[in-house]
């Protein structure tokens, strides 16, 4: 955010207003640098000392460790979580949600020692606007204990919980990390904060840490003249590393001014298993779509849509059903599921071990085509899909375990019988028999209207008749005394 928000609208609230559209962009992974201010003994954004002085909000122009910046006296982390906190509430439906990272670098605002102030804990600041949505290390340590992390093998007590465990079943949000740049250990003593907060250091290869990357200071990486060339790899020598590469897990990939990033090369980055950082300065907030569009290494280009060029029939020649997907050399798409092709096969547990199903078939027989220790599956991460477009590259397009037969727009997982979670399933049939109850009991209350119209007239009959039954005793009744 340092480079990329607060180098071009500085350190006020116009910027708080940019980091509204980042989040709401799409922006998961989130980077900050902190400050220790010892005159204030506090935590800032600013990388200059603001003077205390003038109105709360009131912006100065300070000289700071990278040049001159304008700072607002009053803009701090807490706006900043502020925000975060109003996302993630915002986000909280089974549909919205998603993983957020924060990292958090600390430096100190000049280059001499420290003075013997310790430094506040972080952990209260975010435990006050984010409470309970933060995944911290103790909630890992338990979930590897208890047997809920998974590695590139299955479970593993070194790596992480699935999506769904995270988001649906622990209800957390956001995982948070703190690295030491050039601030003095004894200034900030992370062992207040280690219930809470990761630590990402060169130094750190312990379960508890979010970095799996030993040749630097948290599996980050520059963009560079052979990184594009590593990332378009097609070869199997690439496919050889992959396996090495997931161990390094959380690898990020940030730009430079010399090598910024672009459409084309982000998909690439994604695919290799980076998660892309953008390092450069936003010049305009319409910058922020296009590299979120192009971080998507699922769909190919302009999908998912009903037609495309791999149709092998015609329309008229047989039934037509464009809701399955099948996987092709350019990413993912829709596909008549009637059309016959291959399987992709994942075998067992092997993450990136895929094949293809012995004969061509439609979608609906496709479940039933992997044999053995294989199953009908899809690619659950970019390297996943990576690999199988490198093993299988002369078997594509292939079928994918991947419809939206139940619901339009809704596409699950499952095979071609699986139901839209978020939406009930529709049909004919159902709609006759909700029909049919109607009218039914429309009937019914005519039926019975009818009935009580009917059942008035022999009741008036009776009540005229006994009437008159009463006016002739009264008339044979003798008055006065017999003799």
Known sequence: MSSAVFSEYDYTTEALDVFKRVLGSGYRSLYFNLYWNEDLNEFQLCPGKV??????????????????????????????????????????????????????????????KSDGKVAQNISSKLISYLDNRIYTPVDLRNDRDEGFTFGVSGKSKKGYPTAHRFLLELKKRIMVSVTYMNLDRDAYDISQDEDI????????????YMDADESNDAGISYVTDETPKMCHSNSSEYLSTINSTTVKTWRTILDTKDNPFTTENIRDYV?????????????????????????????????????????????????????????????????????????????NNMAYNWNVGEKEENYFEAINACE???????????????????????????????????????WVTGGPYASCPYHPVSNNRNEVVKLSIAAMVAFLLIVLILLLKLDKVPLKKH?????RLVNKAAEEEYEGVPA
Not at 197 to 208: H, L, W
Not at 325 to 334: E, M, N, P, Q, S
Not at 463 to 467: D, G, N
């Open 51 to 112: 003077p205390n002085t003038g109105a709360a909000d009131s912006i100065k122009k300070v000289e700071g460790l990278y040049g001159n910046h304008y700072c607002q006296r009053n803009f701090s982390l807490d706006d900043i979580l502020l925000q975060m906190s109003e996302y993630i509430k915002a986000t909280d439906t089974d549909i919205s949600v998603n993983v957020m990272l924060m990292r958090l670098y600390l430096y100190r605002l000049d280059d001499t």
């Open 197 to 208: 907060v990761f630590e990402i250091d060169e130094d750190s290869s312990g379960p508890d």
């Open 271 to 347: 695919q290799c298993g980076f998660s892309p950082v953008i390092n450069t300065g936003l010049k305009t907030i319409q910058e922020l779509a296009g590299p979120v569009d192009a971080s998507i290494w699922t769909w190919s280009l302009e999908q998912p849509t009903w037609k495309h060029s791999h149709n092998k029939t015609n329309e008229e020649d047989g039934p037509v059903a464009w809701k399955c997907a099948i996987l092709d050399t350019d990413g993912w798409k829709v596909a008549n599921c009637y059309e016959k092709y291959k399987a992709l096969c994942r075998t």
């Open 372 to 410: 053995g220790q294989h199953y009908f599956s899809v690619p659950r991460t970019a390297l996943q899909n990576k690999a199988a477009m490198i093993e299988l590259n002369d078997s594509l397009p292939v079928w994918i375990d991947l419809n939206s037969i139940s619901v339009d727009n809704c």
């Open 463 to 467: 009540q005229y008749r006994w009437r």
